[in-house]
């Protein structure tokens, strides 16, 4: 996996906070992450759907609970409240600011696996409305429509692996 790169906003009001945070697979379920300029290596262990534990370089372990789909999130570290969390993708930031509409391509943010494609062909979907399931870094992410559209094709399969960045279906202007 090439690195992922997102820009994350942590928190709201005078708390919020804006951080890049980089994930890159080192081997098996170890990832190198760098969150501004700290770098650490953790094993990701998926505990039920939503948990998982952080095992740092030193045995330190962080449990980390995850409400939400991406691009908005909230997290609760080691059982303490919940933090908003607001996820970009750095790689593809600047695009999406400059199109407003849904009409286009939706892109995988991320390598992963297909788990449930939502619409199909034809359907006409509105802003907010479910197109598809990825899962990645073992979180099921739900991408949803940017706008209303058409679905005007739909280029993977339930099972079927994709890296990040490779289309995944075509909006259309809706009929």
């Known amino acids: 996996m090439k690195a992922q ?11 919020q906070r804006k951080l890049s945070v980089q ?20 094993q990701v262990v998926r ?3 939503g948990s998982y534990s952080l095992i740092d370089e030193k045995g330190r372990q962080r449990g980390i609970d995850i409400d939400g789909t991406l691009p908005d999130l909230k997290l609760a570290i080691d059982g ?10 750095a790689q593809s930031l600047a695009a999406s600011d400059a199109v407003s509409s849904a ?3 939706v ?3 991320m390598p992963g ?11 006409v979907v509105k802003a907010g409305q479910p197109l598809l399931v ?19 094709s739909i280029a993977v399969r339930e099972g079927q692996t994709v890296e990040g960045g490779q289309v995944l279906l075509v909006l259309g202007g809706a009929a």
Do not use: F, H, P
């Open 103 to 105: 009409v286009g391509e």
């Open 47 to 49: 505990n039920e759907a």
């Open 23 to 42: 994930l890159e697979s080192a081997e098996g379920s170890q990832y190198r992450l760098r969150i501004g300029s700290e770098v650490t290596t953790v």
């Open 134 to 152: 990825i899962e990645a870094m073992k979180m099921e992410n739900e991408l949803r429509a940017a706008g209303g559209g058409r679905v005007d």
């Open 107 to 109: 892109r995988a943010a």
């Open 5 to 15: 790169e997102w820009n994350v906003t942590v928190g709201s009001g005078k708390d």
């Open 113 to 123: 696996k297909v788990v449930k494609i939502v619409c199909k062909v034809g359907d």
């Open 80 to 89: 303490a409240d919940a933090i908003a969390v607001s996820v970009a993708d």
